[in-house]
């Protein structure tokens, strides 16, 4: 992708990484614009916008880490909340979509003040599974599945990792809901450890990560992704590797909606033609509708 580095860094955007001399991987994002219009396209509540945005940049992360630009990496969460499900599709181009099962709940805050993020997705004994599905063209997908840790985003991708993956990895994100349900904060890290990283590596993560805030804190005190992950990795050589722009992006369009029409088959079709019956097609992604008035279906036959 050809684009301009510092222009990049004033919007959405993530960073990949690395530090002591290639035994620590990292990625961070920051992706305020993209979770508002997530926000604004499903009207979600204060506590969706929190979850579902935790997720998309958790999937803009996991997306960037694929090498193959034709890979979609689709994160699926199951809980006893009452949010029901969250899904998010990511690629390895910065770009992602998502939608909450139920996008309007709302909860009171939880004792610390805070949204009642892990209530609203896991319900109140934290149940449900997380699974992570790798599409790759021309193969079967394959997908992994852990249960809930808390329903909290971070602390499930977190454990998936480590269950599933087998990496030890920290992942932190956040989402800063304003008092007006606009979004004025959202960003988050990954942080991973290679193969045979040396003791010393891990005891001086292990101390950045106890004191560190939340993200939406450093984000609120103006760091940026590279800034984030200088914070998380001091002392260990951080080296930036790359920036590419984030963004949500669905890629539904009405000619895509046409194949789904024509999916229902000639009679089908044909039937609702004699009927006097439109089409509509809905997207879950990004809320579009598109419709189709029973002349356009008997154009479409032709």
Not at 5 to 32: M, N, P, S, Y
Not at 205 to 223: P, Q, R
Not at 244 to 262: K, Q, Y
Request: glycine letters at 10%; hydrophobic letters at 40%.
């Amino acid at each position: 992708m050809n684009f301009n580095v510092e222009a990049v860094r004033l919007g959405d955007h993530i960073v990949r990484g690395t530090a002591a001399d290639g035994q620590v991987r990292a990625f961070a994002v920051t992706a305020r614009a993209s979770v508002q219009e997530l926000h604004e396209r499903h009207q979600t509540s204060p506590v969706v916008s929190a979850a579902l945005g935790r997720l998309l940049m958790a999937g803009m992360m996991m997306g960037a880490m694929s090498k193959n630009d034709d890979e979609l990496i689709t994160l699926v969460i199951r809980g006893e909340g009452p949010v029901g499900g969250l899904t998010v599709t990511a690629n390895n181009r910065g770009q992602a979509k998502g939608f909450a099962n139920h996008p309007h709940v709302w909860l009171p805050l939880n004792s610390a003040g805070k949204l009642s993020v892990g209530e609203a997705v896991a319900g109140e004994n934290h149940m449900g599974t997380l699974s992570v599905v790798h599409d790759l063209p021309g193969m079967e997908p394959y997908s992994s599945e852990v249960p809930l840790v808390s329903g909290e985003i971070g602390d499930d991708l977190t454990y998936y990792f480590a269950a599933s993956d087998q990496v030890p990895t920290s992942l932190g994100v956040g989402v800063l809901v304003d008092t007006d349900q606009s979004i004025r904060q959202a960003g988050g890290f990954i942080v991973q450890l290679m193969p045979g990283c040396e003791d010393a590596v891990v005891d001086r993560l292990e101390k950045n990560l106890a004191g560190t805030h939340s993200v939406t804190d450093l984000l609120e005190e103006g760091l940026k992704p590279t800034d984030v992950l200088r914070h998380v990795l001091d002392g260990l050589s951080y080296q930036e590797l790359d920036v590419m722009p984030a963004e949500f992006h669905c890629g539904c369009n009405r000619e895509r909606a046409t194949r789904v029409v024509l999916a229902l088959g000639r009679a089908e079709l044909e039937d609702m033609i004699s009927k006097d019956e439109p089409a509509d097609v809905y997207c879950h992604f990004c809320g579009e509708h598109y419709h189709f008035e029973p002349n356009e279906l008997r154009d479409l036959l032709r």
